[in-house]
């Protein structure tokens, strides 16, 4: 009877204790927000990367390669992903600061295929671009048999702020009033996200910790071209107005909506008089010129493109997103 007892209790706690957070995408109490939710107000328009490994314990291999910085810009799913490799990170940034408002701020997206097979990543926020804050992240996904590169048993009801907690298609959410107070960082001024490729190995010569340092358990070694978080998109939920924005040449401007839906009217106002305005794509390749100071039922496909607007004083240049 004392052993039945005591089994029960180690059950009991192993499930209060260590399934304590939100679980995967469907199930009750789920913190998952798809992409195509109303929540999301804008999306990350700029990105830098700076490569991982394939497989840190075999670098041989090279580095991972992916996709490109590109890929993380705009809304998820619509522009493929890059692959940051064992411990690489990315930085986004956005075309205003994200700021701390009610519930959750912001949203990173990975592209796992099921709701098992989690690759996960650290993040952290900066409101200067130089000093970074970590989130804290909780793993208590089990450390005594290493999660292998093909192993379908991630638990997301064990995994707490940490990106790729949930599948394609569905961010994991970021509150910034987790992090008020610290100094350094001001919350209402969110101006890049860095995520950082977590090392799933339990090998302490290679693994990384959570907040409670415990190895952080998740596929591992993953030596592909592909290997390590596979970044598809960062969406914000709050951010600071738009207003009157200071550009280059000391022309403002006001550009809105941004994002912008296809056929939707593209509203500028500008502080000097417009001579001409130019939207290219990323190639370069200019789709529009006009001179209209609104641009009507905007006839573009989704993606990221680049305003110019031609003033006396200069060009004022700014992105927007069609979605």
């Not at 959570?210 to 358990?217: M, V």
Request: aromatic fraction near 10%; charged fraction near 15%.
């Amino acid at each position: 009877m004392n052993k039945i007892i005591t089994a029960f209790l180690i059950l009991l706690l192993s499930t209060t204790l260590f399934a304590q957070f939100p679980g995967a995408v469907g199930t009750t109490g789920t913190t998952s927000i798809y992409k195509d939710s109303s929540a999301f107000i804008s999306w990350a328009t700029n990105c830098s990367v700076k490569r991982g490994y394939q497989d840190i314990s075999n670098t041989s291999l090279g580095f991972a390669n992916v996709g490109d910085s590109t890929m993380a810009l705009g809304i998820a799913g619509s522009n493929g992903v890059v692959s940051l490799g064992d411990g690489g990170f990315a930085i986004v940034t956005f075309v205003n600061p994200i700021t701390n408002g009610n519930g959750f701020d912001f949203a990173v997206f990975e592209n796992s295929f099921s709701d098992v097979f989690l690759e996960l990543a650290f993040v952290e926020v900066s409101s200067d671009g130089v000093n970074f804050f970590h989130f804290p992240a909780t793993s208590n996904t089990q450390i005594t048999t290493q999660i292998g590169p093909f192993d379908n048993t991630g638990d997301a009801t064990k995994i707490n702020n940490l990106a790729g907690k949930y599948r394609a298609q569905y961010g994991t959410p970021f509150d910034l009033q987790e992090l008020i107070g610290l100094v350094g960082l001001d919350i209402n001024n969110i101006t890049h996200i860095k995520i950082i490729d977590v090392v799933g190995s339990i090998n302490p010569l290679f693994a990384t910790y959570d907040i409670n340092n415990n190895p952080i358990n998740d596929p591992f070694p993953t030596g592909f071209a592909s290997g390590g978080f596979d970044l598809d998109a960062v969406g914000v939920i709050h951010q600071q107005a738009t207003g009157l924005h200071d550009l280059n040449n000391g022309v403002s401007l006001i550009v809105y909506p941004n994002p912008i839906s296809h056929n939707q009217h593209l509203n500028i106002k500008c502080s000097e008089k417009i001579n001409e305005i130019i939207i290219s794509n990323s190639a370069g390749v200019n789709l529009i010129k006009t001179n209209e100071i609104g641009l009507y039922n905007l006839e573009i496909s989704e993606g990221l493109y680049f305003l110019q607007i031609h003033t006396e004083k200069g060009i004022a240049k700014t992105k927007i997103i069609v979605q």
